[in-house]
C-alpha cells in the first residue's frame, strides 16, 4: 500500500534562511506527487506537483520540489523564508493512473522574524 | 470564479446523533473528494466520486459513514449514530477530472461530537 512519510511535525526557519520539508513515499512505481500548503484559516491549495518529465518542479511563491526516484523523496525547498510562508505544508501522492490521494500527516512551518 | 463550498462550517452535536454536511463543488468538476482531518493527522481519504461511476467507497471508516452525489454536483455526507471520535474537520474538494488534476478544496466543516 501507498504511504506518504513527513519527517517533522515541525519546523522552524528563521526569515531569510532555508526552507526543506522532507517527504518521502513508499510505492512500486512512481507515483504523481503534490506538495499543498494550508494557510491559517485557509482552505488547502496547490504548491506544486509532478507527474511526468522535468523532476525539479517550480511552484507557487518561490518553492520548488525534486523527484528523486531513487531515494523516493519529493523534498520542498525556498531559498529564502518569508514570514508569509507560515503554514502547514502537506505532501501526497496518487498512484499513476488512479485517482485515490494519500496524504502525509503535514509540516507546520515557522518563520521567526 | 466561485469555489468549493462546504455548509455548515460549523456543527456541534451530540452522541449518537445523526448529521449531514454538505459540499457544493466548482461547476463543471467531475470528481468530488470527501477527506477528514484529525487534529495532528494528515487527511484521511474517505470517498470519491467521479462523473457517473459508482464511489470509491474505501476510505469511510464504518457503516455509519455514507455520501451521495446528486446530478454530478452537490454532494452530502452523512453520518448516523455520531461517536466522539468523530469529532474532526470534514474537507471536500472537487477537480476536473482525477488522478494529476489539482484538487480544490472547500473551507471545511469542524464536527464536534459531545
Known amino acids: 500500500a501507498q504511504s506518504v512519510t513527513q519527517l517533522g511535525s515541525h519546523v522552524s526557519v528563521s526569515e531569510g534562511a532555508l526552507v526543506l520539508l522532507r517527504c518521502n513515499y513508499s510505492?512500486?512505481?512512481?507515483?504523481?506527487l503534490f506538495w499543498y500548503v494550508q494557510y491559517p484559516n485557509q482552505g488547502l491549495q496547490l504548491l506544486l506537483k509532478y507527474t511526468t518529465g522535468a523532476t525539479l518542479v517550480k511552484g507557487i511563491n518561490g518553492f520548488e520540489a525534486e523527484f528523486k526516484k531513487s531515494e523516493t523523496s519529493f523534498h520542498l525547498t525556498k531559498p529564502s523564508a518569508h514570514m508569509s510562508d507560515a503554514a502547514e505544508y502537506f505532501c501526497a501522492v496518487v498512484h499513476t493512473g488512479g485517482f485515490k490521494t494519500i496524504f502525509g500527516a503535514g509540516t507546520r512551518l515557522f518563520v521567526k522574524a | 470564479g466561485a469555489g468549493v463550498s462546504q455548509s455548515p462550517s460549523n456543527k456541534v452535536t451530540e452522541k449518537g446523533k445523526d448529521v449531514e454536511l454538505r459540499c457544493d463543488p466548482i461547476s463543471g468538476h467531475t470528481a468530488l473528494y470527501w477527506y477528514r482531518q484529525s487534529l495532528g493527522q494528515g487527511l484521511e481519504f474517505l470517498i470519491y466520486?467521479?462523473?457517473?461511476?459508482?464511489?470509491?467507497k474505501s476510505g469511510l471508516p464504518s457503516d455509519r459513514f455514507s455520501a451521495e452525489r446528486t446530478g454530478g454536483s452537490v454532494s452530502t455526507l452523512t453520518i448516523q449514530r455520531t461517536q466522539q471520535e468523530d469529532s474532526a474537520v470534514y474537507l471536500c474538494a472537487s477537480s476536473l477530472g482525477a488522478g494529476l488534476d489539482e484538487q480544490y478544496f472547500g473551507p471545511g466543516t469542524r464536527l464536534t461530537v459531545t
Open positions: 466520486f467521479q462523473g457517473n461511476s459508482a464511489p470509491d
Open positions: 510505492s512500486s512505481v512512481p507515483p504523481y
